[in-house]
């Protein structure tokens, strides 16, 4: 499983609310820069459950533009505001047909989630997914589970942490 923040979004627009802020061309530069770094990793996520929030879908657009067969997204109002046990939850739904689950979301709630499943993995990873999760950062996450309903805390071992900074093409 992926765990990503969206990246850079603009201020919120006019007449807008914070749900409607885009991403920034910078922030779009970023998504793509971390489709590729999946992509060239063999990530092959079948399914992105997304925040509806503007700048999270235009994140789930930027990053599928990597992958030749694009990444199935599934936009949900809920991902906006939940909590990390709600983001859970919708993991949790997730039917066991899709093998690699990519969640993009916000903070706090993407970070608590990733902190509260990893029980191992990289020390390191885990230090720096604990120590912040900045715009585009995505935590790369490993269960052994039969499905998705059988993700628990403490169960996944975090396999990588990297945010756009440290891509070469950011």
Excluded at 72 to 92: N, V
Excluded at 129 to 157: H, I, N, Q
Aim: hydrophobic share 40%.
């Amino acid at each position: 499983m992926y765990l990503l923040r969206h990246c850079q979004a603009a201020g919120t627009p006019p007449n807008a609310g914070d749900h409607d802020r885009p991403l920034t061309e910078k922030g779009a530069a970023d998504a793509l820069a971390m489709g590729r770094y999946l992509e060239k990793s063999g990530a092959a996520p079948e399914l992105a459950l997304c925040s509806s929030a503007l700048r999270a879908q235009e994140t789930i657009q930027n990053v599928a533009q990597a992958f030749a067969g694009g990444i199935g997204a599934k936009s949900e109002r809920p991902l906006y505001t939940a909590s990390a046990g709600g983001m859970l939850q919708s993991i949790h739904a997730t039917g066991a047909e899709v093998t690699q689950l990519l969640v993009v979301g916000h903070v706090p709630a993407i970070q608590e989630l990733g902190i509260a499943l990893c029980g191992g993995g990289n020390p390191q990873h885990r230090s720096a997914m604990a120590a912040g999760f900045p715009s585009g950062a995505l935590a790369t996450l490993e269960f052994k589970a039969d499905d998705w309903a059988g993700v628990g805390l403490r169960a996944g071992a975090i396999r990588g942490y990297t945010t756009p900074a440290q891509l070469p093409d950011a």
